[in-house]
């Protein structure tokens, strides 16, 4: 599967996440690279992709509600390795 360059530069948001671990747009944007106004769009492009999936009624380490937000799969996380591995070239 290819990525595009502004998704590959998302997906190294999750980078050092640990596995269940989610962000929501804001958090995606405050750990990668991607324009503020794309964000959305490259963070549902890759969970069509199946790389991301969408979670509801997350949790802060305080255990309050935290709203939603996005965690990679099982393939993302594969894919996760491959492109910091290029990054890393």
Same mark, same amino acid.
């Given at each position: 599967m290819t990525l595009s360059d502004r998704e590959a530069r998302c997906l190294i948001a999750w980078r050092?996440?640990?596995? *269940?671990?989610? !962000?929501?747009? +804001? *958090? %995606?944007?405050?750990?990668? =690279?991607? @324009?503020? =106004?794309?964000? +959305?769009? %490259? %963070?549902r492009s890759l969970a069509r992709k199946g790389l991301l999936s969408f979670e509801r009624g997350l949790f802060n380490d305080d255990g309050e509600l935290a709203g939603s937000g996005y965690g !990679?799969?099982?393939? *993302?996380? @594969? +894919? !996760?390795?491959? %492109?910091? =591995? @290029?990054a890393a070239v």
């Open positions: 050092g996440m640990q596995q *269940g671990y989610c !962000l929501n747009f +804001r *958090g %995606v944007a405050a750990r990668c =690279d991607v @324009e503020p =106004d794309n964000i +959305r769009r %490259v %963070v !990679l799969t099982a393939a *993302g996380e @594969e +894919r !996760l390795a491959a %492109v910091s =591995d @290029e």
